[in-house]
């Protein structure tokens, strides 16, 4: 199975700020990466599909970007509704996996 | 719009089967451009993506190493809903399982509510 390692782990942030969180591929994925944003007792939302296509109804400060191996989540400026964890997650090839998840919290 | 409504029970004893059901609105389980998957998440093996079904003129599974030979999903296209059975569980098969409805490209964008199971005596 192709591995998916996030970091960092923990992500302390404040209101408008902006941060990204990077995913890696044991292996080349080409671009069939999405990111997904969890919160407590929720499933996950869709957020990026394909490394950098912003699902409908998601705030365009969402971006992706990367191909290949390494995958970048960026946050252009930071509103309380985004402090969660967010996960990657590639497509590649059955079975999909995820990255552990990042959580992002209030500094 | 795609929902997913989740059911089955929270509790399970070891050695026994864990069965849940999704019954979909808004979509078919026999469409020729989504896949119908069920996924797990608990603390010690992050999520974690079970198995799938879908229909492509006839219907295909895929199952995960971890757990072949245990699961079966089945589609039932009378209710539009399809199904988990895992055999033979174990305490390490605690774990909030999800339904999922993913593209035919393979991101995940219909979740259900989600469903605790623990299995304990």
């Known amino acids: 199975d192709i591995q998916m390692t996030q970091s960092p782990s923990t992500l302390s942030a404040s209101v408008g700020d902006r941060v990204s969180i990077t995913c890696r591929a044991s292996?080349?994925?080409?671009?069939?990466l999405a990111w997904y944003q969890q919160k407590p007792g929720k499933a996950p939302k869709l957020l990026i599909y394909?490394?950098?296509g912003l699902e409908s109804g998601v705030p365009s400060r969402f971006s992706g970007s990367g191909s290949g191996t390494e995958f970048t989540l960026t946050i252009s400026s930071l509103q309380p509704d985004d402090f969660a964890t967010y996960y990657c997650?590639?497509?590649?090839?059955?079975?999909?996996?995820f990255g552990q998840g990042t959580k992002l919290e209030i500094k | 719009q795609v929902q997913l409504q989740q059911s089955g029970p929270g509790l399970v004893e070891p050695s026994q089967t864990l069965s849940l059901t999704c019954a979909i609105s808004?979509?078919?389980?026999?469409?020729?451009?989504?896949?119908w998957n069920w996924i797990r998440q608990s603390p010690s093996r992050g999520l974690e993506c079970l198995g799938r079904?879908?229909?492509?003129?006839?219907?295909?599974?895929d199952y995960a190493l971890s757990v072949r030979g245990r699961i079966i999903i089945n589609p039932d296209t009378s209710k539009n809903q399809f199904s988990l059975q895992l055999n033979s569980v174990t305490p390490e098969d605690t774990a909030v399982y999800y339904c999922?409805?993913?593209?035919?490209?393979?991101?995940?964008?219909?979740w259900g509510q989600g469903t605790l199971v623990t299995v304990s005596s």
């Open positions: 999922a409805r993913a593209t035919s490209s393979g991101w995940h964008d219909y």
């Open positions: 808004g979509d078919s389980v026999s469409s020729n451009s989504a896949v």
């Open positions: 079904t879908y229909y492509r003129s006839k219907w295909y599974n």
């Open positions: 292996q080349s994925i080409n671009n069939w």
């Open positions: 394909k490394a950098s």
């Open positions: 997650q590639h497509y590649n090839s059955y079975p999909y996996t």
